[in-house]
């Protein structure tokens, strides 16, 4: 594979990540960064690349494959859509953007453009994710019934320093439930309708801190999930999938799901079912069974292994413009549904 030359736009928290997976790739010449805030150029220098503060002089100026988005979600569609025109593919942050119609242009923008476009929902290159996937869609577990979900954990009051994340759209469903969205879409199939309620009581700001909702998939398992950054808990996937070593391992699980001959628990990935006899059934003792390890790797690595794939046309996008849209979209259904107290179909926001 010829080396794939790459820049970082954003290096702020997710984008410290990507400049450090990039440099540690082989397939990529890490070629620049760049940073509206000037304390970027310290961050460059430490990786011995230029830095700029314009993104538009950088497409100018540099010769790329590809350019990372890590800023900050409502700037995506500008900077995609700069990147288009200037030829260069994407690997963009999730959310793809921060609106459905940005999505719908930036997607158009591309094609116009001719670029490949890789939705940094990362997890779905997360080697557990992908055997929950298999599992579930193998009928291991029978038919799926149904999945219960958490993402509940307890963000330092110093995350919110950052004004954006205190605003509507910065909060933790685009922020986080959208990747436990994403991982359901990947692992059950496509949701068919969401009924939300959202709360902000809890750090009285104008984003939402808690959130509480049902989902119905298009293969008639339910689901429901419970998202709250403002309480100590244990649950979330952050906490429990070893992904990100910031955060300690919690050591629970924080998706269940529940099929027709067994119920799986994630990430332990711990298969619950009844011997074959006698009768199954609650007067008899479930079997505990363990069934993969996870893989020491950093499932952004792994993106990024891909997005060169990508790039040199020797893989799809794992995660397409499209795919991006379609979590996006369910993700501003449970938004709207909380809105409108009703129930809502993603597909009605595609
Ligand atoms: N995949 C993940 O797990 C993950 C994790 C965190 C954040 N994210 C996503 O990544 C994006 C960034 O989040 P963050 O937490 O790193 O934010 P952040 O605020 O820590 O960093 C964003 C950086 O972008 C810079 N920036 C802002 N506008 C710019 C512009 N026009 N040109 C160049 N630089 C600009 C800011 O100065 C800042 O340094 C968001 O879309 C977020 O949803 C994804």
Known sequence: MNLTRLAVIGTGLIGLR????????????????CDTNPAGAQIAATYGIPFYQDYHRLLAVEDLDGVIIATPTNTHAPIGGACAQHGVHILIEKPITGTLEDARRLLAAAEEGGIHTLVGHHRRHNYVVQQARELIQNGTIGDLIGVTAMFALLK??????VTWRKKVGGGPILTNLIHDIDNLRFICGEIETVYAATS??????????TAGLTLHFANGALGTVLVSDATPSPWS??????????YPLSGQDCYQFCGTKASLAFPSMTLWRYPEQP???WYRPLEQVRRIDPKAEDPLDVQLTHFCEVIQDTAQPLISGVEGLKTLAATEAVLKSAQVQMPVSPASLW
Do not use: C, I
């Not at 330092?156 to 320093?161: A, G, K, T």
């Not at 902000?200 to 801190?209: A, H, I, L, P």
């Open 18 to 33: 990507h400049l450090a997976a990039a440099q540690r790739n082989t397939n990529v010449t890490l070629v620049a960064a």
């Open 200 to 209: 902000s009581k809890t750090r009285g700001f104008d984003v939402e801190d």
């Open 279 to 281: 009768m199954p059934g």
């Open 156 to 161: 330092p009051l110093d995350y919110y320093n």
């Open 237 to 246: 996937y952050e906490l429990t999938s070893g992904e990100n070593p910031v």
